[in-house]
């Protein structure tokens, strides 16, 4: 193994939950020096006093969808994606893919297709779907952070979703595991049935309400307060669900909960009708229930930040013509989280050190990903610049996830990821045209594949 070094300098990097100035030394890909900046280092990358030194982000919430539906995305698309957005984890969702990730097998088949092509660091979760229970062990012992769950149907028919009596039968058998259960957290008995809805976009938003989200959220807490196991939310979109997850946690129950840059940053009110590039599941909704979003960032009820990345091509994601029943849900924001989710801070004068936290130690902690999203001795080198004052406007057609399509299309930012190291090593430099075709792009992938310490049953 060649041994590489790196050193560098910011007058503002994020080290031990605080901005200060720093030097940071790597050898072979590992952090091995956190400490005061020095004139001595020859040879060190300085950051411009206008851009900051982050963590690699950490987004543990990815449809990558390879193998089986990679025409949607895949993983060297997605992991280009996560580097161009100064992500340098990622952990991939147990469905869209084929097969889904619901065995020790699927998951070995996943990982050979991730393998030659992940650019960034990836690890699994796996999924819990009425076929499987009873049998999660293998796939827990083969290494998934957690498992995912529906209560809802998922979209897909290879991903069926639980029902109250399943759902805690999963808690139970993930309890006893000393792993995690991950939900999509909406209950069927509220949403309106599948079919054309129009082009309406309040249509859509009346056909999955938000009772449904806060009805299916307390089961969620009820089963982890009976089984105590560890439980996270998925993709919040309804505020009015927080005061109940901040009592649940209050109250000592294993509860985290995530939301996504698309909920924090878009309001109903200002999606066309027809524009189905918007659909997700649950549903972007007003502008009165984004703020108290933003309430429950600040007052630390909100765990992570992740971006639901989940892309289709363009033909599913129009299909019908702008009728939201028909065409397929999820919005692919993998490249543009920080940036979307900064501007919007930036605008409410909420200060970056908010929401740092909530795309790093956030979901590495939602995911159980050890040593992931901090600049640290003994960590692995991921660091990110951001440079908090160049605006871009997005064009989906320059992102590098694989379909140009994204909610986030023509919108502008304040703020945008100019440079990020994987194990030291840099894999995306916007200086050199990140934006463009990808001069920057170098092979081989030097991602590498995570697994979950598997750890004693509790
Ligand atoms: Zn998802």
Redesign the pocket.
């Known amino acids: 193994m060649s041994r590489s070094s790196l050193t560098v300098r910011a007058a503002r990097a994020w080290i031990d939950g605080r901005f200060q100035p720093a030097q940071i030394r790597v050898e072979d890909g590992v952090v091995v020096a956190v400490g005061p900046v020095s004139g001595a280092a020859r040879r060190a990358v300085v950051v411009p006093d206008d851009a900051v030194l982050l963590p690699g982000l950490v987004d543990s ?1 990815v ?1 990558v969808n390879e193998p089986g539906r990679t025409e949607w995305e895949g993983f060297t698309s997605a992991t280009l994606a996560a580097a161009a957005g100064g992500v340098t984890t990622i952990v991939d ?1 147990p469905l869209n893919s084929l097969p889904p990730t619901t065995t020790a097998e699927a998951l070995a088949i996943k990982k050979a297709a991730a393998a030659p092509s992940a650019f960034v660091d990836v690890g699994f979760w796996g999924g819990a779907v009425p076929d499987n229970l009873g049998a999660l062990a293998p796939l827990h012992a083969a290494g998934v952070f957690g498992f995912k769950c529906f209560l809802s149907p998922s979209g897909v028919d290879e991903f069926p979703h639980l029902d109250r009596a399943q759902l805690l039968a999963a808690m139970t058998e993930i309890a006893a595991l000393g792993s995690r259960l991950i939900v999509h957290a909406e209950d069927p008995a509220l949403l309106a049935a599948d079919g054309p809805l129009g082009r309406s976009y309040d249509a859509f938003l009346a056909s999955r309400p938000a009772a449904s989200e806060q009805s299916a959220i307390d089961a969620v807490i009820d089963a982890a307060r009976r089984t105590g196991a560890r439980a996270h939310i ?2 919040l979109s309804d505020a009015r669900a927080l005061p109940a997850i901040a009592a649940a946690k209050a109250d000592g129950v294993a509860l985290t909960v995530e939301t996504c840059p698309h909920y924090l940053t878009i309001a109903a009110e200002e999606i066309p009708d027809g524009a189905s590039e918007f659909k997700c599941c649950p549903p972007i909704r007003e502008a009165s229930n984004r703020d108290l979003l933003w309430g429950g960032i600040l007052d630390g009820t909100i765990d992570a930040i992740v971006t ?1 990345h ?1 892309p289709s091509t363009v033909d599913l994601k129009t299909t019908g013509d702008g009728d939201f029943g028909l065409a397929w849900g999820g919005i692919a924001g993998l490249q543009v989280g920080f940036s979307a989710v900064w501007t919007e801070a930036r605008r409410r004068g909420i200060p970056l050190e908010v929401i740092v936290p909530l795309f790093t130690t956030g979901p590495a902690r939602v995911a159980g990903l050890d040593g992931a999203g901090v600049i640290a001795v003994g960590a692995p080198a991921h660091l990110t610049v951001f440079g908090l004052d160049d605006a871009m406007t997005v064009d989906a057609r320059r992102l590098r996830h694989r379909n140009p399509i994204t909610a986030y299309d023509g919108r502008e930012f304040a703020g945008r990821v100019r440079r990020t190291w994987l194990h030291g090593q840099s894999v995306f430099d916007a200086s050199e045209g990140g934006a463009g075709e990808a001069p920057w792009f170098r092979g081989p992938a030097t991602g590498r594949l995570l697994s979950a310490p598997v750890r004693a049953a509790v």
């Open positions: 919430h449809h969702m998925l993709h639901d989940s």
